[in-house]
């Protein structure tokens, strides 16, 4: 092919050259076109390190054309509406069309394959209830015996999402939005930022692994600086990160070009420089240690909610620190209990991929422990990990959630099309970047308004549901009331797919054999696997 370019090119640049001297001097524009190609093709011949264009000089850099406008081709013209990834064009749509306050309903029956393994259903009673006899507004209180500001808060939150990871503008138009419908903002472990306070909305401090906005100049955990922060009145609670879904048992990454000058301020950091969060808490050793933190945190908070959230890993570790609870009688106000299949932030395909429990099975697990160990009326459970819809809030708390996160969902509400352009600083919709050029196109008057539209629709959703299956509160749905094919003709209730555990079991040796194990392995004065 290079020999072909070559004689080709030499032979165009000779006929548009003459046709130029002699004919008409117009063709000299054709002559400067093909020798700015013929530039273009020699200096692919001599680069060495793409082989295609080396060896299809011009030719081969169509290669990378078509590979950047595949995603948007797949998307829009190939993919069909339920095929999509991470999120279908169904579920995508219905963020949309509610977060825009138009029409949400869908004609002529359901796109999905209800024969399919996996498929999932809630069961609906002969005797429903009215949705206007039912709370439209479930909430639960989150405080136990040690909090003294317990916080009421929505089944339905902004899960953790960092400015800086997300651009000023989304940043507000989340937190206007939360502010507006009277639910809660997750500031992600990037620290409290003055776009997070603007708006009033009511917030959940995330103090990540490298303690952003409470720091000290080496890294380590400040906590005057978090004294001083926590007892803002925006801040309802605080949430200490041990891992998130999306890379657990990695630290958190903010790319050179995203860390500028503001959040560095921010986050007590030097500004144009990759920024990696450490994998692991410098402030606490053990479980024993993490507990005692967490007590702190309350206290230096000024008594507010404390709790953490986790990707499950070893098993043991978590029976670990709930033992640590129990010898010291002291307990998180919250745990969020993150999925596998989450989240928004940068990650490496392997730890997205292959790295952490998916949360129904963390949220099983979690659950069970806690009620296994008869502390689960301490602590509630806030489930997160690809939450867009009623049926999987309900899904989340029949498993054993008190309440859910949500993320990627939010992000649509205010505009994300799934570019999957988030860790490049160049999301096209404003909403994962730091670039002026494209945060200018998200405005957060409008946006907001539909941040709230989608919650508030997505909870009445959730209401009509819960009295579909003739319950009138959150807590009467159980795990019998949802069901799972397991094949063509088969089909069980996640009470058969998820065992639940009597309270106060394990106390008394009541051990199954799944978790036997892991209780073995557990040891509360230090972390890993120690037979």
């Known amino acids: ?59 081969g850099r169509l290669r990378y054309v078509l590979e950047e406008l595949r995603p948007k081709l797949y998307q829009y013209f190939i993919e069909s509406d339920i095929d999509g990834r991470p999120f279908h064009r169904v579920d995508r749509s219905t963020v949309y069309q509610r977060a825009k306050g138009v029409r949400d309903t869908i ?11 996996g498929y999932e259903w809630i069961c609906h009673s002969i005797a429903p209830k009215a949705f206007d006899t039912l709370n439209n507004d479930p909430r639960i209180i989150i405080g136990n015996k040690d909090c003294t500001q317990p916080y009421s808060a929505s089944i339905l939150n902004i899960s953790a999402m960092s400015f800086g990871a997300l651009s000023s503008n989304a940043v507000e138009a ?12 997750n ?39 978090f004294a001083e922060k926590a007892k803002h009145p925006n801040v309802k609670m605080i949430e200490l990160k041990i891992s998130q879904g999306a890379k657990p048992g990695h630290g958190g990454i903010l790319p050179a070009e995203k860390n500028s000058e503001e959040i560095a301020r921010i986050r007590h950091i030097k500004p144009h420089v990759k920024v990696v969060s450490p994998p692991y808490h410098s402030a606490f050793n053990s479980p024993m240690e993490m507990v005692k933190f ?66 129904l099975d963390g949220l099983d697990f979690v659950h069970n422990i806690l009620n ?4 689960r009326r301490h602590i509630k459970v806030i489930a997160s990990g690809k939450i867009t819809s009623a049926f999987h809030i309900a899904r989340a708390i029949a498993l054993g959630a008190d309440g859910c996160y949500q993320a990627r969902g939010m992000k649509m509400a205010i505009g994300c099309i799934q570019a999957l352009l988030c ?19 998200l405005v957060p008057e409008d946006k907001k308004t539909r941040v709230a539209n989608y919650h508030e629709k997505t909870i009445k959703n959730f209401v009509e549901l819960l009295g579909a299956t003739g319950v009138d509160e959150t807590r009467n749905l159980t795990r019998t009331h949802i069901y799972r094919r397991v094949s063509l003709n088969e089909m069980i209730t996640y009470e058969e797919l998820f065992p639940s555990i009597k309270e106060g079991s394990m106390l008394n040796g009541d051990i199954p054999k799944k978790y036997q194990m892991d209780f073995a392995y557990a040891d509360k004065n230090r972390w890993g696997i120690h037979p």
Request: glycine letters at 12%; charged letters at 15%.
């Open 187 to 225: 500031t992600g472990e990037g620290g409290l930022s003055d776009y997070h306070l603007k708006h009033g909305g009511d917030l959940i401090w995330q103090i990540g692994t490298g303690y952003f906005g409470c720091r000290t100049e080496d890294g380590r955990f400040n906590p005057e600086l």
């Open 1 to 59: 092919m290079r020999t072909q370019f070559f004689i080709f090119s030499s032979v165009l640049l000779i006929i548009t050259f003459a046709l130029g001297y002699y004919l008409d001097p117009s063709w000299y524009v054709f002559f400067v076109i093909v020798f700015l190609f013929t530039a273009l093709g020699y200096y692919d011949v001599f680069q060495t390190r793409h082989t295609i264009m080396r060896n299809y000089p011009v030719f």
């Open 174 to 185: 989340l937190n206007a939005g939360a502010k507006i419908g009277n639910f809660a903002h």
């Open 372 to 375: 296994g160990m008869n502390i």
């Open 107 to 117: 004609p002529f029956g359901t796109q999905l394959d209800l024969y399919v393994e």
């Open 423 to 441: 860790n490049t600083n160049k999301c096209p919709v404003g909403i994962t970047t730091q670039d002026p050029k494209l945060t200018v196109g």
């Open 294 to 359: 967490i007590q702190k945190l309350r206290e230096l908070s000024g008594g507010k909610p404390v709790g953490f959230k986790l990707c499950i890993g070893y098993k043991s570790e978590f029976i670990a620190i709930c033992q640590a609870m129990v010898e010291l009688d002291l307990y998180p106000d919250f745990i969020a209990v993150d999925g596998g299949e989450g989240g928004t932030g940068a990650a490496p395909p392997e730890f997205s991929n292959y790295v952490g429990a998916p949360l």
